[in-house]
């Protein structure tokens, strides 16, 4: 018997599956290429071919973690989009050289990263050993934390001068939603118990458009087809410091992406080893390198797409990369894409409580299986969960330190991440956490 990460589910599951994904993963997406066309001044047809680029790559290094070839992807239903570890970064550059010749030079840094990513991958996979279940359940309680302001954000609004920020509707709307969730999840069997996101994704939608919370603007002004040609915003141009800057923001990008390794490993029931890390990191590092050519940017994991396999149990990775596929489809069609986005931010809160909320879930069964009988694994969680949570209690606690430490720190998952590690070696040191190889 195949492992079910392993099973190809029929056509019609795997088409639901594939779009519940997306549906789940759009906003994050396209929200960095958004606020990194704004900074660097890109008109409405530049802009487009911005956002198109980053859904078009995402696809591409979705399908890479996915399917894998060789020793390159997890072969894990993983999905990789635009990290937002890059946004900052970039907003310096663009401070640094001016909106005209900022993107050659982000893109030449990224180019740079994505390769010393991939030459660095089997050696970081090594540093799997450092997670053992004590640090492993942290992390993954930690994702989990970490994305409900995400959700609650979607709810509230992000525009504190918008006549919607905060509204009654709004909140009324994401509830709705969640019921509709839940629903399908206690009440119905089969398909619709696997897809009960997608269906309350549907209902909340249907609900909101005649209150005037779905924007149509945007799939009216959709262009059919799109496609970023290769340099199309210019031949990358290496700067040594937006190179050390991207390279340590590729590190962050590294410690997540193996943290959602990691947490996806014990969702699925398919123990997470060092040979998958350093694959996973490899497809990360390549799909980088590639979306440095075609307009995007560093690629990650998506997190809030293994809440979505934690709540649906639907482990098949060929449904992620059906994902992938519709990525690559959204990139190349932006009329598409805009069908996805109709979707208001109210009703992707909504679902978004329950999503991110099953990771945090995981994550404490894994910390209960593990047991915390022991002192100084009590420790070890209760300090990393506290240093995890200081960014997204106080976004701007670290603002007065370098650079460096604010791309680390400003991150509450690598954050968190690194005080496990180091507590945890403190505490029990390195012999008994080596993971199968």
Known sequence: MRHPVDQLPRPLPLAAGALQHVA?????????????????????????????????????????????????????????????????????????????????????????GGVLTTLAAPYFGRLTRLFPAVVAGTVITLIGLCLLP????????????????????????????LAAVLACNRFLTGIGNRFALLIGLVVGTLVAWPLGMVDTAAFSDAPVFAFATP??????????AAIVSMCIVMVVVMTESTADMLALGEIVGRPTTERTIADGLRADGLATAFSALFGGFACTAFAQNIGLIALTRVVSRYVVAGAGVVLVLLGLFPVAGAVVALVPGPVLGGAGLVLFGSVAVSGIKALAAD???????????????????????????????????????????????????????????????????
Not at 150 to 172: E, H, K
Not at 371 to 384: F, H, M, P, Q, R
Not at 410 to 435: E, F, H, M, P, Q
Request: aromatic content about 6%.
């Open 231 to 240: 340099l199309h915003f210019g031949t990358p141009v290496f700067d040594a």
């Open 24 to 112: 789940a993963m759009y906003a994050g997406v396209v929200a960095p290429p958004l606020i990194i066309g704004a900074a660097v001044g890109l008109g409405p047809t530049d802009l487009a071919l911005l956002i198109s680029a980053s859904l078009f790559t995402a696809g591409v290094a979705t399908l890479l973690q996915a399917l894998g070839f060789r020793r390159v992807g997890s072969r894990l239903p993983l999905i990789n989009g635009v990290s937002f570890a890059v946004v900052a970064p970039v907003l310096a550059i663009v401070e640094e050289h001016g909106q005209a010749g900022a993107l050659p030079v982000v893109y030449g840094a990224t180019l740079v």
């Open 150 to 177: 995400v959700a609650i954000r979607w709810i509230r609004g992000n525009d504190p001068a918008s006549p919607s920020y905060g509204s009654v509707r709004g909140v009324l709307v994401a509830v709705v939603t």
């Open 371 to 437: 047991g915390l009988a022991e002192s100084g694994k009590v420790l070890t969680v209760a300090i990393s969960l506290g240093v995890g949570l200081v960014p997204i209690v106080a976004p701007d606690f670290y603002h007065r330190f370098p650079g460096v430490v604010q791309t680390v720190m400003d991150s509450g998952i690598s954050a968190g991440t690194v005080a496990a590690v180091v507590l945890n070696l403190l505490v029990s040191g390195v012999r008994r956490t080596k993971l199968p190889v």
